[in-house]
């Protein structure tokens, strides 16, 4: 791949991409009764899924550049 703006819409859909599959596996895990159904444990989950994107859209962009 060459061009900047390739290289970014790649990032970006990959990172898109990690966000609907992290948000994914928590909704399953709350389903399933492994996380609890809280405003806290809501929060609290929220925050790890987003922790974990970040991670992953740093990951995508190593591997996109």
Same mark, same amino acid.
């Given at each position: 791949?060459?061009?900047?703006?390739?290289?970014?819409?790649?990032?970006?859909?990959?990172?898109? +991409? =990690?966000?609907?599959?992290?948000? #994914?596996? !928590?909704?399953?895990?709350?389903? *399933? /009764?492994? +996380? =609890?159904?809280?405003?806290?444990? #809501?929060? !609290?989950?929220?925050?790890?899924? *987003? /922790?974990?994107?970040?991670?992953?859209?740093?990951?995508?962009?190593?591997?996109?550049?």
């Amino acid at each position: 791949m060459s061009g900047f703006f390739v290289k970014f819409i790649m990032w970006g859909i990959l990172t898109a +991409l =990690a966000y609907h599959t992290v948000g #994914g596996i !928590r909704h399953m895990l709350m389903d *399933f /009764g492994y +996380l =609890a159904e809280t405003l806290e444990a #809501g929060k !609290r989950s929220a925050q790890v899924t *987003f /922790g974990i994107t970040v991670v992953l859209s740093i990951l995508a962009g190593v591997l996109v550049w």
